[in-house]
């Protein structure tokens, strides 16, 4: 049972903890990933919320631009010196889901720890890093990622920034010879950061080798002005995260020293000699990186987000269910159900995929560390395919999570604008989801023609080799995965014949690949869900621990198979992988798990461990007092400061003085 049970709460959300019948805290530790995560994390908790610097002195949405980022980095640097005094690493906290809520609308350092640094470790060679590092370290350097130009963010290929050796110098000259090569977006880089990673194109005689990657000094680390030759200044206000401080930044012949070339996998020796790197996409193993951190941001995003409507679910009451009986709770209907169960079984999806791919992560860079790259084409695929799920399930849900909870949900009070904002850019950022899907089509027919061709194919894809029979009428877990793998093959084998067939009328094979490119698309998020569905069973029949806990997670993932068939059904028909009789037997499955579960969904959401500062929520909050929380925040509008407002007297006034004169 709970531990938390005892903490007052509204009587609807105590009848709720009351029906919990698995154990909270196990759960908490299952997600935290172990018991000593959970009390660390609490731990770190507990030193936040004892910060009064991290109150915010009014509530941020009705500041100013430049208060609202001003008041973040205040937070922000404030942490630092805070896990500074305390002797924790700073990455231990963000990683901990502990720093949650402190920052309420970006972090101007967030693409400094999340991105350059990873950049500087992962890109220069070891005596670069021991200097860089030195001075990230003393907070010398703070850094961004500066790819994204105004006229060229996917295509990194058409980056217009150019870094030429000067041989006589030993320096680069960096340029930006037109507007759109103007960088554009990179985190911090408006007002924050004095240094840079900036990918431009490398050209040494008269050659061009691609982009490649710089540590460029923006700012004067000691009077912070921006130096001669670079032009810096912030994109103006976003759709959120209004305080990321999202910049641009031009140069106009700046020179470098040659080391400030980052030079792990690729160099240019003093006298302008150049060494590729041992694969050719080296240089774009941060993105690889921070894709993989993606799929685990979204899920915590969809976390917060159904806990805040799952409560509140529980605490509104609306309509009639039965006529003339008292208003049920809005979770009792089928409908209610149906949109934030499957959101509580895609977090734990989610988790299990973020899990699998961080692990996959480490051990590729370890294996391509020694020398081996022969991984990284399927990393790439996987962290490229589960980025953009992740991005764009969580997304959907918080959505869903939003309209669930009606027009409160609306409310910047409920914190779902915030949290929606902060979910879908990673639809965009780290490479645009459509963009990334066709990569990962691109592996997959590339794998899927291999084997044709008789080759082994690497494991994520091996089921590619040879048409899959599923059983007949088998619909167990192992049955479902079975009929996923027939379905995308089926998808798979559909595009590739298509693919051939318009090439065969005379078309090339580039614009025969856009012809295709809706069914590719389909392919490649066919063949994540397949893993990510996978990867679900394989992590439930691994879990240790009570009956209960278990119960819960074979639900949850039974929830997740059985829901995304039915939005699938007809791939599984069309390939004959299942009946419509099957169809129909799972999609009443899938109800009965709604009411099989909802007893459970307080509890389960509980068991995401948020407190009330975390949730930033009216509608989310522990004690479920929705009603009173909403109506005090609304006293927090400037606007009911007077009874009568400033702009009654100038504009309204007026108007009902003249009085109409025209009859309407
Ligand atoms: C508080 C919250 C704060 C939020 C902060 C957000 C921070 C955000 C930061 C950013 O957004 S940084 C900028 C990110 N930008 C991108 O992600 C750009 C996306 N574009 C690309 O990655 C590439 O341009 C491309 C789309 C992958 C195409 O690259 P390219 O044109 O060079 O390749 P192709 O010709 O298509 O393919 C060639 C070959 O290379 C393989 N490949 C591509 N990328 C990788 C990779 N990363 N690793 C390994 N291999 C890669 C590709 O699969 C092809 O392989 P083959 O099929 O030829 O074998
Ligand atoms: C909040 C936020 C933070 C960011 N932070 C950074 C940062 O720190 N550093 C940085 O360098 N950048 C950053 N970016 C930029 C980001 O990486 C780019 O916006 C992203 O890579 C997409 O590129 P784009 O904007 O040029 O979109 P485009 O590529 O112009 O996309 C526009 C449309 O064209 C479509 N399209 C493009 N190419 C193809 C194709 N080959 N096939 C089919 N369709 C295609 C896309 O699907 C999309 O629908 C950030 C962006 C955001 C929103």
Redesign the pocket.
Known sequence: MSSHETRPCVPDLKKERLKCDFNVEELTNLIDGGKEKTALRRKLRSVISSESAYIDPIPPEYMSHEDQFSNELRKTCHTAMLMNKQNIDIKTLQLSKAYIGV?KD??PL??HY??FIPSITGQSDPEQQKIWMEKIRTWKIFGT?A??ELGH?????GLETTATYDRETREFILNSPTITATKW???GLGHTVNFAAVMAQLYVGGKCYGPHMFMVQLRDENTHESLPGVTLGEIGPRFG?NT?GNGFLRFDHYRIPRRNMLMKHAQVLEDGTYVKPS????S?????R??VGIVR?TCIQLQQAVTIATRYSAVRHQSELIPGEPEPQILDYQTQQFKILPQISSVFALFFAANSVIDAYYSVTAQMDLGDMSL??E???LS?GLKALSASDASRGVEICRLSCGGHGYLASSNFPRLYT?TT??I?????NT??W??VA??II?SYRSAQNGNNLKHSVSYLSKQPRPVRGDLSNNGLLEAFKAAVFKLVSDTEGRIQRVCAKGQNYHMAWNQCSLQLLKCAEAHTRFYVCEQFVRKVEMAKGTENVKKILKNLCRLYLTHHVSVNSGDFLKSGSLSQNDIAVLEEEMCSLLEVLRPQAVSIVDAFDFDDGQLNSCLGCWDGDVYQRLYDEALKSPLNKTDVPEAYYKYLRPLMQVGLKSSL
């Not at 694969?279 to 080296?282: A, N």
């Open positions: 920052l970006g972090d967030w693409v999340h991105v990622y790819q994204t963010g996917t295509f990194l290929r977006w990179p985190g995260l990321n694969h050719s996409k080296l774009y193993g941060t993105m690889v921070v894709r941001d990284l084409p990393l790439h695929a490229s902060q850019c990673a965009t950022y780290e490479g645009e963009v990334l066709l990569q691109r592996y590339k």
